[in-house]
């Protein structure tokens, strides 16, 4: 019988999610590319998000003091009009969609997530922001069909939509077999004025 030992760790990002109309209406733009590419590993669609900052493996007990500063940005935050348009890859390996819409208060949120985690005192690798929204991964055996999708949704235009809660999230990735899951630990809807 084999038993699940529990992990001490966690791998963690702060995350903005579409609504599910527009990732509907992106993935009814990829129906061709499902079919034409099983090979890739497609991500959820009900997973699809915007990271603002990864945080990567971190001990669960680092998690719970992230909660109260993240609710109080939350509270002070606007929700940040964004949309879906064009797609691209990274190194011909990762397939995402662009975003588009309030650039300059997506860049601003990220700052301010970002200083949160740090004055929470967790040490994380700060990349820049590239706005984007993750859609498949080419195996390792086969780095066919990235590319080639991205030509196909390129001119993709979605429609405008609110993001309007920030989310906390854990991700299953390295934890066996299968497909990346991810699971909100929190989310805060966006209430202030700023």
């Not at 650039?103 to 970002?114: C, K, P, S, T």
């Not at 920030?166 to 630990?185: E, K």
């Amino acid at each position: 019988m084999n038993e699940q030992i529990p992990s001490s760790t966690v791998r963690v990002f702060i995350a903005l999610a579409p609504p599910d109309d527009a990732k509907d209406e992106l993935a009814r733009e990829l129906e061709p590319a499902y079919r034409a590419y099983p090979r890739l590993r497609w991500n959820r669609v009900e997973d699809w998000h915007v990271t603002l900052a990864f945080l990567g493996e971190l001990p669960v007990a680092a998690v719970p003091p992230l909660r109260p500063p993240l609710a109080d940005l939350a509270e002070a935050r606007r929700p940040v009009d964004l949309a879906l348009r064009g797609s691209g890859s990274f190194d011909g390996r990762v397939l995402w969609s662009g975003i588009d819409g309030d650039l300059d208060g997506l860049h601003r949120l990220a700052g301010e997530v970002r200083t949160v985690v740090r004055e929470c005192g967790i040490a994380f690798e700060e990349r820049p922001l590239r706005p984007h929204l993750t859609l498949a991964r080419a195996r390792r055996d086969d780095l066919s069909g990235v590319v080639e999708a991205a030509d196909g949704i390129a001119s993709f235009t979605g429609r405008p939509w609110r993001a309007d809660r920030l989310h906390l999230v854990a991700s299953n990735i390295g934890r066996g077999p299968g497909p990346i899951r991810y699971r909100d630990i929190a989310s805060w809807k966006f209430t202030g004025e700023r």
